[in-house]
Structures are given as C-alpha cells and as structure tokens.
Nanobody, 118 residues
Framework: QVQLVESGGGLVQAGGSLRLSCAAS????????MGWLRQAPGKEREFVAA????????YYADSVKGRFTISRDKAKNTVYLQMSSLKPEDTAVYYC???????????WGQGTQVTVSS
C-alpha cells in the first residue's frame, strides 16, 4: 500500500523559507513522477513542481520558478520542496503526489498547511 506522508508546513513571514518533506513507501517509484500540488481556500488544486524519480528531471509552475526547488533523496525515499522568497499568495495546503510518468497522479498525501503572512 502506497503511503505519502508530508511534513514541514507552518507559518512564515513573507520573504521567508520553508522546506516540505514527503516520505514515500509501499512500492518502487523508479518509473514514477513525484509532485507537489497546492490548493488555496476557494481555489482549485494547482500544480507546483514535479520530479522524475529515476532521472531527476524537474518541472515547475511559472509562479514558483526561481523560488522553489524540488529534489529527492533515493536512499531516504523522500521528496523535498524547498520554498524561498515566499509570498502571501503561496498560502495553501500543499499535497505530495505520485504517479506513473505520463499518467495522472494517483497517489496522494494528506496535505500540509503553509501560511505566509504579509
């Protein structure tokens, strides 16, 4: 059974930084993409960043390029999202997700709240 467990959310002032972690278990992710998506109050869930588990290719939403960095530690089976220069509009619940490359994300974590104060 696949499990994705996020941690690292919290309250931070604008301009600050946070690092989210996603501990993955339950299968081999070698042919998978791991991603971070977020959902702000009253808005639809949106893509933030993704990484191919094997090759390390990374992809970012335009709104976070240059500020957020996604990475993975194969030994720890963990995916990270380093967030810097945070803005109030980054406030959302952040979800870790996994899915076979080329397909929709079909495994989801429970989410972690990130709140950026102005």
């Amino acid at each position: 059974q696949v499990q994705l467990v996020e941690s690292g959310g919290g309250l931070v002032q604008a301009g600050g930084s946070l690092r989210l972690s996603c501990a993955a278990s339950g299968r081999t992710f070698s042919s998978y993409a791991m991603g971070w998506l977020r959902q702000a109050p009253g808005k639809e869930r949106e893509f933030v960043a993704a990484i191919y588990w094997s090759g390390g290719n990374t992809y970012y939403a335009d709104s976070v390029k240059g500020r957020f960095t996604i990475s993975r530690d194969k030994a720890k089976n963990t995916v990270y999202l380093q967030m810097s220069s945070l803005k109030p509009e980054d406030t959302a619940v952040y979800y870790c997700a996994a899915g076979a490359i080329g397909e929709d994300f079909n495994y989801w974590g429970q989410g972690t709240q990130v709140t950026v104060s102005s």
